[in-house]
T-cell receptor
Framework: GAVVSQHPSWVICKSGTSVKIECRSL??????MFWYRQFPKQSLMLMAT?????????EQGVEKDKFLINHASLTLSTLTVTSAHPEDSSFYIC???????????FGPGTRLTVT | KNQVEQSPQSLIILEGKNCTLQ??????????LRWYKQDTGRGPVSLTI?????NTKSNGRYTATLDADTKQSSLHITASQLSDSASYIC?????????????FGKGTHLIIQP
């Protein structure tokens, strides 16, 4: 149980375009989902926290207009990277938490390359 | 500032050997400490979670220890296998848990050689 999926697993896009990444909890309802980015040989860095039905909370330094997060249902959150630039190339990982729980379940990640 | 330091940064051992990874933290208030395994290009997978009152916890060939007094944890891998090659991340949760209280270490990159 407690499986989190991400789609796509990897994506290549041109600079200036937008990319949407989906995060789904497959066998549980996730009231809270988190988005991280990870650069090579670095630890995960929290970008934002999203609660179902409400606006996401962004970490300091993360542009909310650039990284649009939508958590429209208890099993789906999306991250849209708008007007992507090469410096946005990274590994994006989501995680999900059950209401009242503290364990986080991580997705497999999405590799974004912006050319 | 909450910090999690892991050592060594990388480690190469032969298949079948044991190894121990270290994690020191300065996180307050402490809630729990987690060890994750992250394969290259994949998301982290939980190995163990320990609360303040737990000194040791095992998950198969993985055994984690926690010394809340010295704020140190270790992850011991027994009889290593090639599939153990991965990054091992120590994560400490402050307060109520969840991502809004997590501090991540940079990980130890472990390579198992045949």
């Amino acid at each position: 149980g407690a499986v989190v999926s991400q789609h796509p697993s990897w994506v290549i896009c041109k600079s200036g375009t937008s990319v949407k990444i989906e995060c789904r909890s497959l066998d549980f309802q996730a009231t809270t989902m988190f988005w991280y980015r990870q650069f090579p040989k670095q630890s995960l860095m929290l970008m934002a926290t999203s609660n179902e039905g409400s606006k996401a909370t962004y970490e300091q330094g993360v542009e909310k207009d650039k990284f649009l997060i939508n958590h429209a249902s208890l099993t789906l959150s999306t991250l849209t990277v708008t007007s992507a630039h090469p410096e946005d190339s990274s590994f994006y990982i989501c995680s999900a938490r059950v209401y009242g729980g503290y364990e986080q379940y991580f997705g497999p990640g999405t590799r974004l390359t912006v050319t | 500032k909450n910090q999690v330091e892991q050592s060594p940064q990388s480690l190469i051992i032969l298949e079948g050997k044991n190894c121990t990874l270290q994690c020191n933290y300065t996180v307050s208030p402490f809630s729990n400490l987690r060890w994750y395994k992250q394969d290259t290009g994949r998301g982290p997978v939980s190995l163990t979670i320990m609360t303040f009152s737990e000194n040791t916890k095992s998950n198969g060939r993985y055994t984690a220890t926690l010394d809340a007094d010295t704020k140190q944890s270790s992850l011991h891998i027994t009889a290593s296998q090639l599939s153990d090659s991965a990054s091992y991340i120590c994560v400490v949760s402050a307060g109520g848990g969840g991502a809004d209280g997590l501090t991540f270490g940079k990980g130890t990159h472990l390579i198992i050689q045949p």
